[in-house]
C-alpha cells in the first residue's frame, strides 16, 4: 500500500510538471485542427511511430537524406514528400522515459472520422520504416534526385546525385512508419486528441 501511494503521488507530480507542456501542445493542436499553422513534428533525439489508415497524395517524391536529430548522431533517412495528402484515421506516438514513473506514451490522434479527414500541404516525412501497401500513378524509379519534377518545391536535404523515385500520386493503406520527425506547410488536424499513458501498450502499433 505504501509504494502505491508514493507511485501516485510520483504520477500527480509527473502530471504538474506535463500541464504547461500538455495545455500547450493543446493550443496549438487547436490551431492547427484549423488550418492556422505550419506544422513541425520532432521528438529530441527519438524516432517515434505513425500509423494511418489510407494517405492518399499528390505529387510524390522519395529520397535519401541524413538528419541529426536532437542535435546527437546523424541518421540516415528516406524522405517520402508531398505536395498534398488526404489522410484517414492518423496516429502518431512516441514513448518516453519518465524519471521515477517508468516509460510513458505519449500518443495523438486525429481524422478518426472518414468523412473528416487529416489535410496536409507540402507534407516531408523522414523516415526510418515503412510497411504499407502502395499504389502508384505514373511513377519513375530510379531518377537522379536532381532532376525531380514531382513533390513540393524545392526539394530540400538531398544528398546530389542520389536514387529517388517520383509519382504524379500515390495511395499508401494499413500504413505503419517509424519516423525522425514531420513537417507540413499546412496540417489540418480534425478530431484532435492527445492523451498520456503509462507503460508502452497504448503505442499506434
Not at 501516485?8 to 504538474?16: K, M, N, Q, Y
Not at 487547436?30 to 499528390?58: H, M, R, Y
Request: proline share 5%; charged share 20%; aromatic share 6%.
Amino acid at each position: 500500500m505504501e509504494s502505491q501511494a508514493r507511485g501516485g503521488t510520483r504520477w500527480r507530480r509527473f502530471g504538474l510538471v506535463m500541464v504547461p507542456s500538455v495545455a500547450a501542445t493543446a493550443a496549438i493542436g487547436i490551431a492547427l485542427a484549423q488550418g492556422a499553422l505550419a506544422a513541425s513534428f520532432s521528438v529530441s533525439g527519438q524516432e517515434f511511430k505513425v500509423s494511418v489508415d489510407t494517405l492518399d497524395g499528390n505529387g510524390f517524391n522519395q529520397y535519401g537524406s541524413v538528419v541529426t536529430p536532437g542535435g546527437g548522431s546523424p541518421r540516415a533517412v528516406a524522405v517520402s514528400a508531398f505536395d498534398n495528402a488526404v489522410i484517414d484515421n492518423l496516429c502518431q506516438s512516441v514513448v518516453i522515459p519518465a524519471p521515477f514513473i517508468g516509460d510513458v506514451t505519449v500518443r495523438i490522434t486525429a481524422g478518426t472520422d472518414p468523412r473528416n479527414p487529416v489535410r496536409a500541404e507540402n507534407l516531408f516525412i523522414d523516415l526510418a520504416q515503412l510497411d504499407a501497401d502502395a499504389t502508384f500513378e505514373n511513377i519513375d524509379i530510379g531518377v537522379n534526385v536532381d532532376t525531380l519534377t514531382r513533390g513540393p518545391d524545392p526539394v530540400r536535404d538531398t544528398l546530389p546525385g542520389s536514387f529517388a523515385q517520383q509519382a504524379e500520386g500515390v495511395l499508401l493503406e494499413d500504413v505503419e512508419q517509424v519516423a525522425w520527425g514531420t513537417s507540413a506547410g499546412t496540417f489540418e488536424l480534425t478530431d484532435l486528441s492527445l492523451s498520456l499513458h503509462r507503460g508502452t501498450g497504448e503505442e499506434c502499433f
